[in-house]
């Protein structure tokens, strides 16, 4: 049974970076597509982006593009996503999921929550 | 980008009750439509997928329909736990967008 979890919270100042990671357990990475997801406080979701399961790479929401890297460490099991140039409204919770290829996500992280405070 | 539009909001319904929540995709998605629901402090989790599909372990009340651009969510007879806020997500082509989402409660 496949287990997602993410490290723990973060407090960061303005303009700095993040790197949050989820460690995949009961499958390898290798036969799993993830996908980050975030939830501002007291808002809706809002997908960050995904590995496309056709050539392996990652596909970013046009609101992340160009501060947003997700990368995976196929050697541990581990993805990571890492939002630089920080701003408060990037406090949030992040999830990363298992994505079934076109059949929803059904595995989720527990969330790791972002802080962006000065 | 494919805009989805969740309706309602928020709902009140007693239990026992019919709930409907639909979302309307921007342009034609097929079936590539997915439910979450999301209980207070918690992850998402997943209800239905390919727009009908019932996830594994998913209460049977539970149904989904639709196929295009209009999707339907069905709680048949709303119980005190499924107080929570439901979210379509299209995950048809990137990138994906989530319904707004919808605020269940309990009268």
């Known amino acids: 049974q496949v287990q997602l979890v993410q490290s723990g919270a973060e407090v960061k100042k303005p303009g700095a970076s993040v790197k949050v990671s989820c460690k995949v357990s009961g499958y390898t990475l290798i036969e799993l597509s993830m996908h980050w997801v975030r939830q501002v406080p007291g808002k809706g979701l809002e997908w960050v982006g995904g590995?496309?399961?056709?050539?392996?790479?990652?596909i970013y929401a046009q609101t992340f593009q160009g501060r947003v890297t997700m990368t995976e460490d196929t050697s541990t099991d581990t993805v990571y996503m890492e939002l630089s140039s920080l701003r408060s409204e990037d406090t949030a919770v992040y999830y990363c999921?298992?994505?079934?290829?076109?059949?929803?996500?059904?595995?989720w992280g527990q969330g790791t929550t972002v802080t962006v405070s000065s | 980008d494919i805009q989805m539009t969740q309706s309602p909001s928020s709902l009140s319904a007693s239990a026992g009750d019919r709930v409907t929540i639909t979302c309307r995709a921007s342009q034609g998605i097929s079936k590539g439509l997915s439910w979450y629901q999301q209980k207070p402090g918690q992850a998402p989790s997943l209800l239905i997928y390919a727009a009908f599909n019932l996830q594994s372990g998913v209460p049977s009340r539970f149904s989904g329909s639709g196929s295009g651009t209009d999707f339907t969510l069905t709680i048949s007879s709303l119980q005190p736990e499924d107080v929570a806020t439901y979210y379509c997500?299209?995950?048809?082509?990137?990138?994906?967008?989530f319904g707004q989402g919808t605020k269940l409660e309990i009268k």
């Open positions: 997500l299209q995950d048809y082509t990137t990138p994906w967008t």
């Open positions: 590995f496309d399961p056709e050539d392996g790479q990652p």
């Open positions: 999921a298992r994505d079934r290829m076109g059949d929803g996500m059904d595995v």
